[in-house]
């Protein structure tokens, strides 16, 4: 009788394949970077003012390049601050582009006179918010 040894070394790497990639997906993540990195890169960033600094490089890019994403991108943060009903109550939104800053304001019955709506500015160059208000 004639034994087929490639039948026998291919289940033997399909078996140690499969205990291999078992036993990775077992293994412990590393989730993001260490706080003590996070704080020097942090501080390294906020403190470096000169024009070639890779952290400043976004600052003449548009990365915020459609009301779509900017909307996606303040409305945790107004959720946050004022609550998910009240804001989503105030759509549809008013979205404009004016130079390098969206202006994204919430919307109200005509004759609506218990209140405002918010009214937030983000930079398109980076994200951050210029100003963030909720009229009374």
Known sequence: MKVNYKLYI?????????????????????????????????KEVVMDTSKTSRAKVHQTRILITTGETAVKIVEPILFEIYGKEQILSERPYGVHKIDDYWFISGSLPKRYDAGGGFEIIPDSRNAEVMSIVHYK
């Open 10 to 42: 291919f289940g033997l790497i399909f078996a140690l394949g499969l205990t291999a990639t078992v036993n990775y997906h077992k293994a412990p993540w590393r989730v993001g970077l260490p706080v003590e990195f996070a704080e020097k890169r942090v």
